[in-house]
Nanobody, 127 residues
């Protein structure tokens, strides 16, 4: 079992930046594909970004490409999401997720593939 805890959310003005962190405990995050999803009020949860366990591959949702960057530090058991040029439509609860997979190139944007989830961190972007 791995437990995930997100941090770094908050209130920021449009055009600003935030860096989210997802810290794992219980087990090492190595060999876990990791991802960020988000859910805005009244909307379904949306894929944001994912990264393979060695960081060799990444993928991004269309709405965040070129603005967000996912990264990881397995030595620190932490996955990050750097969010730049934030827009009001980025306002949501951001969730970290992990899926055990030995394939160092494996990534997936499918929510159903992730077995472990954090509680989420609120990001609010004001106009």
């Amino acid at each position: 079992q791995v437990q995930l805890v997100e941090s770094g959310g908050g209130l920021v003005q449009a055009g600003g930046s935030l860096r989210l962190a997802c810290a794992a405990s219980g087990r090492t995050l190595s060999t876990y594909t990791a991802a960020w999803f988000r859910q805005a009020p009244g909307k379904e949860r949306e894929f944001v970004a994912c990264i393979s366990w060695r960081g060799l591959r990444t993928s991004y949702g269309e709405s965040v490409k070129g603005r967000f960057t996912i990264s990881r530090d397995n030595a620190k058991n932490t996955v990050y999401l750097q969010m730049n040029s934030l827009k009001p439509e980025d306002t949501a609860v951001y969730y970290c997720a992990a899926d055990r997979n030995w394939n160092s190139y494996y990534i997936t944007s499918q929510e159903s593939e992730y077995d472990y989830w954090g509680q989420g961190t609120q990001v609010t972007v004001s106009s």
